[in-house]
Structures are given as C-alpha cells and as structure tokens.
C-alpha cells in the first residue's frame, strides 16, 4: 500500500481535491476532507477515477506515421518541420491548439513558445468552446477576466440565479453545497434553462425560455430593477460607467412591460415578475451561469447583460453576492492565467496595451515576442483547411469531434498539412490524422496545478509511475523549444520551475496593476510547490492572510478610468434560425456520468451504464409531428452533418427544441457524433462556438434490425460495420447496441463470429425468422462468455439482468435455461437501467422500492436501497421517480373515482 496523495480531479471547473491511494495495483479514490472546494464530497466522475487508470489504450511510445519511434527522432522531426516552415511562411503558418486539460505549468511554456519565441498569436485552447465568452464580458466590464466570487459565497448568498447551468449533472459537487445551503439556509433558488433540467429538482422557480432568448430577460430586468428603485446610487456613481446607454438600449423593457419580455422570453408574466422580485428582495444574490450562456453567437452581450444587473444593484465584491462563472474544465482558468487563449498575451497582460507588449518581452528576453492575438479555435482549423496554417500541433483534445463542423475539421487535418499530436491515449478521433503522435502523461502520473472556478489553485500530484515512454507535456514542448534554437528560455529542470517562472511574470511591474498576482508564490522552494496547499489568487508577497482577497470590494475595477463599465446590450438571437428545412433547434450539452469524448469515463463500467447511448431528447409534440416512437431511433441532420440518435421523449423539452449530448466519437458509436451538426457560428467579440443553437430536422431512422450484444471477450470488427453500433464499457463485459439496415445472411453463423464462438463451448440458440427473433448465448464451462439478442425493432429485453450474470462465477441451471428468454429467473429481479453508478442500483428496483414501501423521499430510498448517499448526483432522478409514482397513484385513483 502506498501513502495517501492529496491531488486534483481532472474532470470539471469544481477542483475537487481527492485523496488517491494505489494497493497492490488497484487505485484507491476519496474525496479530500481538507480541500475546500468540496471538503470530501466527490461526484459519481471523480468517485469512479480509479476505474480509469490503466493503460489500456494509452499512447505508450512516440510514433511517426503510425510506426514506434524514439523521442530524439520524433522531437527533431517536429523542431525540423516547424521550423522550416517557420522560415518559408512565416510565424503564422503555424498553430497550437490546447486544452484545458493541459495543467497551468504545461500551458505555460506552450504560450511561451508560441507567443515569446515563435512570435505567433497563434495558440488558442478548447477553453475557447466552454468561457471565452465570460473572459471577453468580464474584461468589457472589469477590465479584467476577473471571477470575484468564492464557493464559500453559496452559504452566504439568500438567492441563487442558475441561468444556462445544469450544475447537479455538470458542477455536481457545487449543486451539493446549494442543496445544502437551501436545506440549511432556505437559500431561494431559481432556474432559467430552456429545459427542466436535473437542476430544477431544488428550484423554487424555473423559467424555461426560449433557447437564446437571455439577454431580453437580462435588459428587462435591470431596466425593471431600475424603475423600482433597486438602484445602489453610490455604487453606481463612484464606481461604474455607462449605465444611462445600457438602459437606454435595454429599450421597451425600460417601462416596465413585463409582458413584452415575457413574449420576447415564451415565459409567463407571473413567472418573470416573480423572479425579478425575487432579484430585488435578495441583496445576497449570486448569478451562476456556464455553457448555456457562454456558447451563444452573443455570449459577450449575455455575459454584459448579467453583469450589468450586478452592477446596477452593487451586488458585486460583497459576500454572498456576484455573477459567478463556472468553468467547464478542470484547467479552464489555469489556461487564461496563462494566455491560452489566441487573443491573450500571459498573466492577464493584453496585445492591445503596448506596454503589457513591451514588460512581457523583457521579462521573457524575446525580441520576437507576438504583436498581435491569433487565431481562435473555429478560425484556427479553417485556416488549415485553406492552407494559411500549415503545421499544427494539436495538445491533450481532439478537435475532430469536439469542434462545431467537425466533419469540415477532419477534412482539414486530413488535408496537406503537418500534425502532430500529444496525447495519452493512441486512438482517438484526432490522433487518426497525427503524422506524428508525441506520448503523453496521463492524470495520475504528472505534477503540477490547476485553477478551478474560484480562482483556487491546487496541485495535482502524481501517484503513478509514468508508463512506457509517456512524458509530461511541459517537457516535451521544452525539448521541441530547445531543438528550436530556444533552449535558454526553456530550461526548466522541473514544474515548479516554470511555476516560480509564472507567478514571477504574473508580478513583474504590477503594482497593484493586475489583479492576477501571484507575487507571493513566486519564491515558492521546490518543498513549498510540493506541498502547496489550495490557494485562491491573487497572493500578494505584501499581503496578510493570503488567498482570502475578496476582490472588487473597494469598488475599484482594471479598466482605464478604475470604473466597471456597464455594457449596452442590444439582444440577439441565434445566427442561425430554424424554417421549414431544419426546423427544430438542437441543444447540445453533458450527461451526467461522462466527460467530454469518452477517453477516461469510457473505460469506467459503472459511469458507462447510466447513459449508454447517444440521445435525443424531444417534446411527445414534436415527436408526433415527426413520426417518431420512444426508444427507437432518429436520424438528425443539419447543414453541416448527421447522426443517429436514441429518441427518448420528455415533457422537459419545450416544443420545437431538442437536446442532445455530445460525447460519442467514432471510437464508441457509429453515427454519434454530435458536434459533426453544430453550426460553425461564432461569436465576434469572443470567437465561441455556438454550440446550444443549431437548426436541424429529425426523421426516423429504420434498420432491419435490432440487437445488442454483451461480450467478455474482445469481438470482432464485424460488429462495428454494422449500420449503427453504440459500445459501453460494462463490469466484466462490453455491450454493443446495435441495429442495421441489412439482414445478415445466416443470422446464426453471423452470432457465432461475434461471440467468437468455438465447437468447445456450449451454445444455446434461439431462432423465429417468422418473427425476425434471434437469440444466442455462448457459455463456456460454467461461465457466460457473450449472448446476442436480435428483433424486428428495439422492443428487446432489459439489459440490466443478463448483465448480471456476467460477474457469476458459476451461472445457474435456471439461468441457463432461461437466458434466451431475456427475463430474470424465478426469485431475482430485473433493476432495470443504472440510476445510482456508486451502488448500482437501477431504476425498476427504486421503483418497486417505493411502490411497495411507499418511500416519499430520496433519503428513504436511500436508507432502503443505499442510492443516492454516496456522492448524491442521481437524487434529481431518485425525486422524479418518486414524483412520477405519485402521479402514477393519483391518476389511478382518479380512474378508480371515476369508474
Ligand atoms: Fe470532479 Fe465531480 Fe468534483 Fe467536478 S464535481 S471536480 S467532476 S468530483
């Protein structure tokens, strides 16, 4: 058993601090009671990490053209081919594209490379698809990307505003504490989403708007506010700009008409009028948004429209109250301390000043420092795509699912252009196109830190040997800069090398400058680094009490005249509009159990069972109008791309608009990539995608068949050529869902190949070709090894059951005698599919829990069944089963009333 290492969640904004403990060989995971952005708490992710730790799959060795090779060969063929075409084009021909997975240390020297050294802006991060658009509204109106708040305000606050948030699935541990909060404080909160979210579960109001329409609800309300007086005179007078223009443009909602912005909303005039009392009646406000605000093609005008209300009202540098940002990435913030993003020079210094231009160059010693902000990520890959770029290294992400238009992102990787790639996993669906593949470290092997959603920096430390020849990404850029002829600005033996490096740049001539100031950690011994614990910035060398600035307090902000500006917001809706040939619109968004593209969370079996598949959510409206059935499958499309997706209806959903999760690649699903339809719009002041507002029609996607397949055994690639194929990671075996457009010719020939049957096992087989029912199971001794159920269409047995009997050493007779009939033997239940990943528990048996035991609570499902009482994500889901059988007993007895 090794020591306990405190270190970092690598999944969202949150910064959970973890405890991680390897014993022989298996990862211990536990939340850390000392850190103070979740004091033990872990989501259903961050519990499950150890689960996703090994290296199968992992990016061992460098590679060239898919052939091992060693590092001096593949770092000289990347320095060699940058370099020449450095020379020939100029530094612009060349591109990073990073992440927010990247740790602070490694984001630093590559936009010291990119921006000191090669002298290109042209380094832009996948940041740039989750906040750049609260960057671009808090440096409009502070001056500053500047998040004031701290995760301690959630206790202190009476009201919190979650606007464009589905914090329980997407910042869980955050949520938690306003759980806590309402339960202890009676904390108000309301929900403004176009969906009823999982979120809405604590809401004492939801405002489900039309999707785009934030900005008019934000004018309205501080027009609104002003007309009743909620005005902070003082505030707004010694310390903001620009209010008479904001209100000005905020327009007819000047006057008070309610009604107009409920219109402009699809909301109810009761519903806005009592959350804008709600705003008034709550000095304590705090307003937390993320990607549903952020991902627009006006996020800027969305950010200034929250903010401007803040302003307004002084709620602003005080406890208890703010707007509050919540990054997406567990880095995201690291990477704008940095200068990640293409349009930021480092340490919060800007191209646009000329003397931020002139202290970084000197602080770095470069004469070829960048004059002007690059590319952003949407630009980046279309300047691939036209050749002005013609080498790109592409850092821990994978902009071949993950971009808007990704299809038009694999046509330019695949184009006449240089790629290389560092990452820890070899197959993805961007390491497909590397000529070069760079191995990486992986979460669990390296050092460094990161900056979480309230400014706080913790490390994250390494508790695993580093695997093959797998190397830290800040060394690997350092030795492409050394070969590069930058040797001497890149010698940095360690980490917390370049963290002394970073926090003395972020001091150097401040003054009081910059609120980003790390001046005391720039001294930081290489013991300290080690046991640096969570510190909130900035940390001034001249300060007491370190990391407890609340900033914006005395009234004094980063602009030019010292005033926070308020920004007049004219609203607009999304780019593009839906009409008659696309006219849903499509949100996009998380699940609640998985990350991104699926490379760490895939491998995990329990967060894999609880959204197996790609989705669509839809109003039972909209379905009907389509032709559309639950739980079969649709074909969405859009002017940029298609895909297939599960239909799963909900009243959730307003009509006309659709949501669907975007975490499938070609790695786990055939068909399922979603970003592949996202419109590439951007918006002009921050460069983000808009991701949440895509035109698309939908149509019923009719296989042949459909089947699933659940395997022990590695199977063959003759499942993955079928139409559609979706794989999940299950515990002791892998499940396919699968359907096709053509019949195989001998279905039962066809299901030994994929089970990889042999004449030495026993298999047992069940065929009605009358009926297109095939079932087939292959046991070998006294085990499952894989069972194939195929019909006419997606009325198939649960899944959860069979899934079962995998983990039996010893599979019963009756199982064996009534496998293919897809239903539990006599005496066991059927759980039904995964609501509680902790404790795996399933939704028929919450159902039947609180059916037979008349549960009311989650708390008493949780005592019967143990769901929801480890890390508490699926309570939403416990309470809406809850509410759905009472509503079910209602209407029975209304029915027996009647009759
Ligand atoms: Fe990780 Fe969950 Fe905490 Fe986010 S909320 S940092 S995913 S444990």
């Excluded at 926090?503 to 980003?516: K, V």
């Excluded at 019949?743 to 096992?761: H, I, K, L």
Aim: overall charge negative.
């Amino acid at each position: 058993m090794t020591e306990s290492i405190a270190t970092t969640c690598p999944y969202c904004g949150v910064g959970c601090g973890i405890r991680a403990r390897v014993t022989d060989g298996t990862v211990e995971i536990a939340g850390d009671p000392a850190h103070p952005a979740n004091f033990g708490r872990l989501c259903s992710k961050g519990s499950a990490l150890g689960e996703t730790t090994d290296l199968d799959g992992r990016l061992l060795y460098p590679e060239i053209d898919g052939q091992r090779t060693s590092w001096d060969t593949a770092l000289d063929l990347v320095a060699t081919r940058f370099s020449e075409i450095i020379a020939a084009h100029g530094p612009d021909s060349v591109a990073f594209y990073v992440s927010g997975q990247l740790l602070t240390e490694d984001y630093y020297v590559a936009n010291k490379l990119m921006k000191g050294f090669i002298g290109s802006g042209n380094i832009d991060t996948n940041s740039r698809l989750c906040m750049s658009s609260s960057v671009a509204g808090h440096k409009r109106a502070f001056g500053s990307d500047t998040v004031p708040n701290a995760y301690a305000d959630f206790e202190q606050a009476s009201l919190i505003v979650l606007i464009g948030s589905n914090a329980a699935w997407c910042h869980p541990v955050l949520y938690q504490r306003i759980v806590a909060a309402r339960a202890r404080h009676g904390t108000k909160v309301v929900v403004i989403d176009p969906r009823r979210t999982q979120s809405c579960d604590i809401a004492d109001l939801h405002l489900p708007l039309r999707s785009g329409s934030d900005a008019h609800l934000f004018n309205g309300l501080l027009a609104w506010l002003h007309g009743e007086g909620c005005m902070d005179a003082a505030f707004v007078e010694n310390h903001t700009e620009g209010l008479a223009d904001a209100l000005a443009r905020a327009g007819g909602a000047a006057d008070g008409d309610l009604a107009a912005i409920a219109k402009a909303c699809g909301l109810r005039v009761s519903d806005v009028r009592r959350f804008f009392e709600l705003f008034r009646d709550h000095p304590q406000t705090l307003t937390l948004y993320s990607q549903g605000i952020n991902q627009s093609s006006s996020g800027t005008d969305k950010v200034n429209a929250i903010l401007n209300c803040h302003l307004l009202t002084g709620r602003i540098g005080k406890p208890g109250c703010g707007p509050f940002s919540l990054t997406g990435q567990p880095n995201a913030m690291g990477g704008r301390e940095v200068g990640g993003l293409a349009n930021q020079l480092a340490a919060h210094m800007d191209f646009a000043n000329p003397d931020h231009r002139e202290k970084v160059a000197r602080f770095w010693q470069t004469t070829q420092l960048a004059a002007q902000p690059g590319l952003r990520a949407v630009e980046l890959f279309d300047a691939v795509a036209d050749g002005q770029v013609k080498a790109v290294w592409v850092m821990a992400t994978n902009p071949a699912v993950s971009l808007p238009n990704a299809g038009a992102v694999r046509a330019a990787l695949g184009g006449d252009v240089f790629v290389v790639v560092s990452d820890c996993i070899r197959r993805t669906d961007t390491t497909h196109y590397a000529d070069i593949l760079l191995p990486a470290l992986a979460w669990g092997e390296k050092d460094g830190t990161v900056t979480n959603s309230e400014r706080r920096i913790s490390r994250q430390r390494a508790f695993l040997p580093a695997p093959g020849e797998a190397r830290a990404d800040w060394e690997i850029i350092c030795d492409v800069a050394n070969r590069m002829g930058f040797g001497d600005a890149f010698d940095f033996p360690s980490a917390a090398d370049i963290f002394r490096e970073h926090a003395a740049l972020s001091a150097f001539e401040n003054d009081g400058s910059r609120d980003f100031d790390l001046s005391g950690l720039s001294a930081l011994s290489a013991q300290d680094y080690d046991r640096l614990q969570p510190v909130q910035w900035p940390v001034r060398a001249a300060a007491t009490g370190k990391g407890t600035e609340r900033l914006f307090a005395d009234g004094r902000f980063y602009t030019p005249s010292g005033k926070a500006q308020f920004i007049a917001v004219s609203p607009r809706g999304p780019e593009n509009k839906p009409d008659g040939a696309f006219p849903l619109i499509m949100n996009t968004g998380r699940v609640r159990d998985h990350w991104h593209s699926l490379t760490r969370t895939g491998k995990s079996p329990r967060l894999s069972q609880h959204t197996v598949e790609p989705f669509v959510a839809i109003h039972p409206l909209d379905a009907g109008r389509f032709q559309l059935e639950d739980g079969a499958l649709a074909q969405l499309e859009s002017g940029w791309g298609r895909m297939v997706a599960r239909v799963a209806f909900t009243t959730d959903q307003r009509p006309g608009e659709i949501f669907v999760p975007f975490h499938w690649t070609d790695q786990f699903a055939a068909q399922g990539r979603t970003d592949a339809l996202v419109a590439p719009a951007v918006d002009p002041v921050s460069g983000q995608p808009e991701s949440k507002a895509t035109p698309v029609r939908i149509a019923p996607f009719t296989p042949q068949w459909h089947g699933f397949l659940l395997s022990s055994v590695a199977v063959p690639s003759a499942v993955t050529q079928v139409d559609y194929w979706v794989r999940a990671a299950g515990a002791a075996f892998c499940r396919y869902e699968l359907a096709g457009l053509r019949e195989p010719g001998d279905w039962e020939g066809w299901a030994r190949a994929v089970t990889g049957a042999t004449t030495q096992d026993e298999w047992i087989s069940y065929c009605d070709a009358a009926r297109k029912q095939y079932r087939f199971a292959r046991v070998a001794g006294d085990r499952l090894v894989a069972c194939l159920f195929v019909a006419a269409d997606h009325h198939l047995p649960s899944r959860a059951w069979l899934s079962g009997l995998f983990s039996r050493t010893t599979l019963p007779a009756e199982a064996r005698r009534d496998l293919l009939a897809g239903r539990p033997i006599s005496g066991q239940d059927d759980i039904g599919p995964t609501i509680c990943s902790c404790f795996g528990v399933g939704q028929f048996a919450i159902e039947k829990a609180i059916r037979e035991r008349d549960l009311a609570t989650a708390a008493a499902v949780g005592d019967c069944l143990q769901a929801g009482t480890n890390c508490g994500s699926c309570i939403p889901e416990i309470n809406a089963l809850i509410r759905s059988a009472r509503q079910s007993s209602q209407d029975q007895q209304a029915a027996e009333n009647v009759a």
